[in-house]
């Protein structure tokens, strides 16, 4: 199970359904990147490492997590295919070294996202692209569309900066989460979707985060650290939508503090099995 597959429980569905309404948002705001091919999936996982290069080369101090590419690895038993990949792997970690280096963002660097996309869902679902190795030059168009919509200043820090962290001991109570990035007192989630309006699913997804931070404290950070935002990055659009956090005056999420402390502790109580 993870934090995903735990708030699509029916039960788990309906008492945050119940709890935290989806808030009545209006986003407009012009499509700046349209997919240009129909590789949504993958070039969302390939922009999720293309961002994390480009704020680590921002952010030298930004502390960092094992790919997920490396840790497929381990799921391949197949030695030909597992010595061909381990060469993918560590050729993505020399070009990748050297753009945080020089900060030159080559089309070589976009490659190696969408190569390390691709065997992503060996450890994710089992699944082995037939086409593991073969690259789409619209998809390396449509990775140069996105990242130059980023604007440095909203993804730099000014204390601390964690690139996929998970959240101590309260991770395993949900079988696994790990947040795409963390900048000072904000968690911040990347959708590349084309559709620019906050689901449920994901909204939810945004609290589960912040909850999972106040039970486990989130790895890399002080214990005090005191996440004030839960905001999604539209990377297509190039646009933050900002949620306070529940314990926030002005929130997006009006939920009262007593509501809320009863709503984690039967959070944790769900997760664990105690009903």
Sequence with gaps: MSLTSFIKEPDVRKKFAETFPLPKINLKAELKAPPITINYSLVGTAFDYLLRFYIKQHNPNAITTEWVAEIAL???????????????????????????????????????????????????????????????????????????LVDESSFTAKEICLLNPTFGKASDLVGGADADIVIDNQIIDMKTTKFLQLKKQDFHQLIGYYILSLIGGIDGADDDLDIKTISIYFCRHGIFLPLMVPSANSSMIQISDAKFKEFVKWFVDRASGKI
């Design 74 to 148: 381990q799921c391949v038993e197949d030695n030909i295919l597992k010595t061909k990949l381990k060469k993918t792997v560590d050729d993505a970690k020399l070009i990748y070294q050297k753009y945080l280096k020089d900060g030159s963002l080559t089309d070589n660097v976009l490659k190696i996202a969408i190569l390390l996309a691709k065997i992503d869902p060996i450890y994710r679902a089992g699944y082995i692209d037939p086409n593991i190795d073969v690259v789409d030059e619209g998809d390396i168009k449509d990775l140069r569309n996105l990242i130059n």
